[in-house]
Nanobody, 111 residues
Framework: VQLQASGGGLVQPGGSLRLSCAAS????????MGWDRQAPGNEREMVAR???????TYTDAVKGRFTISRDNAKKMVYLQMNNLKPEDTGVYYC??????WGQGTLVTVSS
């Protein structure tokens, strides 16, 4: 299954972006989905997760600013990012079960 992430771009500090991820198939509604990110020179880190029952988890750095959601009928996962900071800069990857993969989308937060 391929995961197509989109919605990245250049935004000023304090701005907002909404990332989208489309799954090409699979039993989407049964799996925990999420977002990871990788900043330049850093390892990939977990940003957010959402379970099939819509329970959510966030890394401490984004709590209160980012919101993850899903649409099982459309096989989509979203990440609403508000009050963006320069340290949020990186490539954001959609995360799914083992074997599901895709290219990330670049988010750059800079004035």
């Amino acid at each position: 299954v391929q995961l197509q992430a989109s919605g990245g771009g250049l935004v000023q500090p304090g701005g907002s972006l909404r990332l989208s991820c489309a799954a090409s198939g699979g039993l989407f509604k049964f799996y925990t989905m999420g977002w990871d990110r990788q900043a330049p020179g850093n390892e990939r880190e977990m940003v957010a997760r959402i379970t099939p029952g819509n329970s959510t988890t966030y890394t401490d750095a984004v709590k209160g600013r980012f919101t993850i959601s899903r649409d099982n009928a459309k096989k989509m996962v979203y990440l609403q990012m508000n009050n963006l900071k320069p340290e949020d800069t990186g490539v954001y990857y959609c995360n799914g079960p083992s074997g599901w993969w895709g290219q990330g989308t670049l988010v750059t937060v800079s004035s």
